[in-house]
C-alpha cells in the first residue's frame, strides 16, 4: 500500500475518504468546543497528512491554544502534514516520522485532552484494536474525547468498539449511522487515568489490505 497516494481520495468529494474526513472534523470541532478554557493539547496515532486535525485548527478560534502531535511514518505524509501546519500558522503542531504504536511517542505529552485514532483500528487485528482502546485509558485525560473511525466491512467491529471503549469508562457522545461505509465516533473519558507505560507498542500495524486477504 502507498500511503502517500492513498491520500488522493481526500481530494474527491463523492469519495468515501473525503466524507468520512468532514465527519471527523466535526467532532474534532465539537471536541474543542466543549474543552474547558486555557491551553489544550491533542495527539493524532498514524497522522498521516494531518488534514483531520490541521484543517480545523487552521479556523477554529481555539487553534491557536492546541499544542498537538502528529505521529506519522510515511516521511513524504510527513512532509505535507508540516507543510500544511506552516502554512497554517500553527507554530505549536509537531509532526513527528516515526512509529505511532510506541508509547514513547507520548509519554509527555499524554494524557490529552483530545485524541484522534483515525484510520487506525481498520489496520489492526481485532485484538489490537481492544488493546489500543485500553491504552486510551492512559493516552486521554478525564474529561478528554477520543475521535475515533473504522470501516464497517463485515464482520462490524464498531459496535464492539463502542463496548470496550464503554467498558473502559468513555461515554459515547456521538456514532456515525451503519450505512455509512466509514463508520466515525467519539467517545468521552470519565474514568481514572492511568499512566502510560513507557517503551511498550501498543499494535502492530498490519494494513487492511493484508487484514482482507487473510
Same mark, same amino acid.
Given at each position: 500500500?502507498?500511503?502517500?497516494?492513498?491520500?488522493?481520495?481526500?481530494?474527491?468529494?463523492? !469519495?468515501? *475518504?473525503?466524507?468520512?474526513?468532514?465527519?471527523?472534523?466535526?467532532?474534532?470541532?465539537?471536541?474543542? &468546543?466543549?474543552?474547558?478554557?486555557?491551553? *489544550?493539547?491533542?495527539? @493524532? *496515532?498514524?497522522?498521516?497528512?494531518?488534514?483531520?486535525?490541521?484543517?480545523?485548527?487552521? $479556523? =477554529?478560534?481555539?487553534?491557536?491554544?492546541?499544542?498537538?502531535?502528529?505521529?506519522? *511514518? &510515511? +516521511?513524504?505524509?510527513?512532509?505535507?502534514?508540516?507543510?500544511?501546519?506552516?502554512?497554517?500558522?500553527?507554530?505549536?503542531?509537531?509532526?513527528?516520522?516515526?512509529?505511532? @504504536?510506541?508509547?514513547?511517542?507520548?509519554?509527555?505529552?499524554?494524557?490529552?485532552?483530545? %485524541?484522534?485514532?483515525?484510520? %487506525?483500528?481498520?489496520?489492526?487485528?481485532?485484538? $489490537?484494536?481492544?488493546?489500543?482502546?485500553?491504552?486510551?485509558?492512559?493516552?486521554?485525560?478525564?474529561?478528554?474525547?477520543? %475521535?475515533?473511525?473504522?470501516?464497517?466491512?463485515?464482520?462490524?467491529?464498531?459496535?464492539?468498539?463502542?463496548?470496550?471503549? +464503554?467498558?473502559?469508562?468513555?461515554?459515547?457522545?456521538?456514532? @456515525?449511522?451503519? !450505512?455509512?461505509?466509514?463508520?466515525?465516533?467519539? =467517545?468521552?473519558?470519565?474514568?481514572?487515568?492511568?499512566?502510560?507505560?513507557?517503551?511498550? @507498542?501498543?499494535? $502492530?500495524?498490519?494494513?487492511?489490505?493484508?487484514?482482507?486477504?487473510?
Amino acid at each position: 500500500m502507498d500511503w502517500h497516494e492513498w491520500h488522493n481520495a481526500y481530494d474527491s468529494p463523492d !469519495s468515501y *475518504l473525503s466524507e468520512r474526513l468532514a465527519l471527523v472534523q466535526e467532532r474534532v470541532r465539537y471536541a474543542l &468546543d466543549a474543552a474547558p478554557p486555557g491551553p *489544550l493539547t491533542a495527539i @493524532s *496515532l498514524c497522522a498521516g497528512q494531518g488534514r483531520d486535525l490541521i484543517g480545523v485548527l487552521a $479556523d =477554529h478560534p481555539r487553534g491557536a491554544e492546541v499544542r498537538a502531535r502528529l505521529v506519522e *511514518l &510515511d +516521511e513524504r505524509n510527513v512532509a505535507d502534514a508540516r507543510r500544511a501546519a506552516r502554512d497554517a500558522g500553527l507554530p505549536r503542531v509537531e509532526v513527528v516520522a516515526g512509529d505511532a @504504536s510506541l508509547t514513547d511517542a507520548y509519554t509527555d505529552l499524554a494524557p490529552a485532552d483530545l %485524541v484522534l485514532l483515525c484510520g %487506525v483500528l481498520g489496520n489492526i487485528i481485532d485484538a $489490537d484494536v481492544e488493546r489500543l482502546l485500553d491504552h486510551c485509558t492512559a493516552l486521554c485525560r478525564t474529561g478528554g474525547t477520543v %475521535v475515533w473511525t473504522r470501516n464497517r466491512k463485515a464482520p462490524d467491529l464498531v459496535p464492539r468498539i463502542c463496548a470496550w471503549l +464503554e467498558e473502559r469508562g468513555f461515554e459515547r457522545l456521538w456514532v @456515525s449511522e451503519p !450505512s455509512r461505509a466509514a463508520s466515525v465516533g467519539a =467517545h468521552r473519558f470519565t474514568g481514572e487515568n492511568r499512566q502510560l507505560p513507557p517503551g511498550t @507498542s501498543m499494535f $502492530d500495524f498490519i494494513g487492511y489490505d493484508t487484514l482482507w486477504r487473510t
